[in-house]
């Protein structure tokens, strides 16, 4: 059984710092794209970043560019975000996901992890 298990959400002032880390297990990922996706209350699921997990050139969205850094683990199956700069609008709920790099659907998915940064 495919599990992402997302850790290390919690609560910062605005300009600090958070890492999150994602532990995916039951099968293997070597053909797939790992993805953090947050979700701010009543605004719509927010792509942040996506690495495959084969290598090659992360992806970011622009508001998140420049402070946010996605890395992985191959040995440990750990794909993490470190988040730098934080800034009130980072609040949200933080997914791990993953999709096969032949597909465009994030098939599996974590519980989530709660940032919430304050001025």
């Known amino acids: 059984q495919v599990q992402l298990v997302e850790s290390g959400g919690g609560s910062v002032q605005a300009g600090g710092s958070l890492r999150l880390s994602c532990a995916a297990s039951g099968r293997t990922f070597s053909n797939y794209i790992m993805g953090w996706f947050r979700q701010a209350p009543g605004k719509e699921r927010e792509r942040v970043a996506s690495i495959f997990w084969g290598g090659g050139i992360p992806y970011y969205a622009d508001s998140v560019k420049d402070r946010f850094t996605i890395s992985k683990d191959n040995a440990r199956n750990m794909v993490h975000l470190q988040m730098n700069s934080l800034k009130v609008e980072d609040t949200a709920v933080y997914y791990c996901?993953?999709?096969?790099?032949?597909?465009?659907?994030?098939?599996?998915w974590g519980q989530g992890t709660q940032v919430t940064v304050s001025s």
């Open positions: 996901a993953a999709r096969q790099i032949t597909t465009t659907i994030y098939e599996y």
